[in-house]
């Protein structure tokens, strides 16, 4: 190993010797590939579940059942949002009738994306907007969170219109809602997103909450 | 050899802690530990991948060369975090919701490799089995501590949501030490991480120190 000139002198016991490293390596990997594709196996169907379970949580908390008598989860219907982007859209129905749609949307915080999914009844009314996933600082951006305040609750029941488009904004954009001490950043990347859901609401009603 | 094994146990869990004394695997060590709950999971999950691992390079140590050590360490631990991260999505779900973004993070935390390549590569499974999981057991109290202190100061809790990671009866040590809105923010920032691991070497380093002066006071140890 340590002096050059013993290397070329027996480049058959090196082939060979690369040779054993390079099967010892693929054995590890084809063994560990093996017991890795069978928990895959084990898991998938269970894994499938949950996350379903987790959509349907986040649903329920936004669509009151007393609305519909269908699973919105199973529901769905895809629709380009003005971004070009794709928006899943879980439809509630009564007696076939589309009474509410909820989609999720997107805004963007102090420290990064905040997803959120939001409700809202085939009439325009906001049924209830959650936060699903977002980094914000604890203790002053997570308020945004239903179980650390009820901002977010204050929502419930508002529309496009009510109040008008140009007050969807915090107080100090000159808007009507409350921002938080110490946190305007958050509140307002919440509010653009609720309000590009309103209108995203807004310019595919028909197609939301027509029929099939 | 069950004085072995009893070095063994004594070095994962004080004498040679991960966190406290080589200072390894600082990145779940701050970033994960803003409440001691987190921290115990986090805790538990690289315990069982550093005893899983751990048992397997032992198994296998005869028949590892040395120069393709290092890669196939490395496939193991990830095997085994690929293996927990996969149950516990399906079985664990709560937990996961919690931990998942972190627990692939536990391939790129050094201890583990570092236990397989001190330890595991050169003794039998069953002592390699033992220093990983109390190795793992060590880190795991280090974690709950670092995220315990972090958890008290910053936010004001002891163990908040204990019973979303263990199960609703675990609700009853979910404590309140200070009022709400006492918390130091700083603290479950990252920061805090720093500052409360840093104090915590400290401690330790001042109990080791205090243990040491006494004995020598007493006349009590035998020159090595």
């Not at chain 2, 070095?7 to 991960?18: F, K, P, Q, S």
């Amino acid at each position: 190993m340590n002096s050059p000139d013993t290397i070329p002198a027996e480049p058959a016991a090196i082939q060979s010797r690369t040779l054993m490293h390079g099967l010892i390596l693929g054995g590890f990997c084809l063994g560990f590939g093996i017991v890795l594709a069978v928990t895959d196996r084990l898991t998938i169907a269970d894994i499938g579940a949950r996350a379903l379970e987790d959509r349907q949580n986040s649903l329920s908390q936004v669509i009151p059942d007393s609305i519909h008598d269908n699973n919105p989860v199973t529901d769905t219907l895809v629709v380009k949002n003005a971004r070009d982007k794709e928006i899943t859209v879980y439809r509630a129905r009564k007696e076939g009738r589309v009474t509410g749609v909820a989609y999720e949307i997107y805004g963007t915080g102090y420290a990064g994306e905040i997803k959120l999914m939001m409700g809202i009844a085939a009439d325009g009314k906001l049924l209830g907007v959650r936060v699903l996933a977002h980094k914000e600082t604890p203790g002053l951006g997570d308020k945004i969170e239903e179980k650390k305040g009820d901002w977010i609750l204050r929502f419930t029941g508002l529309s496009l219109g009510d109040p008008p488009a140009e007050r969807w904004k915090v107080k100090k954009d000159g808007g009507d809602f409350d921002q938080f001490a110490g946190a305007t950043i958050t509140p307002r990347g919440v509010m653009v997103a609720i309000r590009s859901g309103l209108d995203f609401f807004a310019a595919n009603k028909a197609k939301l909450t027509g029929g099939s | 050899m069950a004085n072995d094994y009893k070095t063994i146990v004594r070095d994962g869990l004080w004498d040679n802690n991960g966190v406290f004394s080589m200072l390894l695997g600082m990145c779940p060590a701050m970033a994960m530990t803003t409440s001691a709950t987190n921290g115990f999971g986090m805790g538990l999950a690289t315990a069982a991948v550093m005893a899983a691992s751990s048992y397997l390079v032992a198994v296998f140590r005869n028949r590892i060369t040395q120069e393709v050590r290092i890669p196939v360490y490395i496939l193991i631990v990830a095997a085994m975090v690929t293996l927990v991260d996969l149950a516990m999505n399906a079985w664990m779900h709560e937990l996961y919701k919690v931990l998942g973004l972190f627990i692939p993070l536990i391939v790129s935390n050094c201890l583990p490799l570092a236990r397989l390549e001190a330890f595991a590569a050169k003794s039998p499974a069953l002592p390699s089995l033992v220093d990983g999981l109390f190795m793992g057991i060590g880190f795991t109290i280090a974690l709950t501590a670092i995220g315990a202190v972090r958890e008290i100061l910053g936010s004001g809790t002891l163990f908040a949501d204990a019973s979303l990671l263990l199960g609703p009866a675990f609700k009853t040590i979910e404590l309140r030490i200070l009022p709400a809105d006492m918390g130091v923010l700083m603290m479950i920032l990252p920061p805090g991480g720093f500052l409360v691991t840093g104090l915590l070497v400290v401690v330790k380093r001042l109990l080791d120190l205090r243990a040491g002066k006494e004995i020598q006071m007493g006349g009590a140890h035998s020159v090595a």
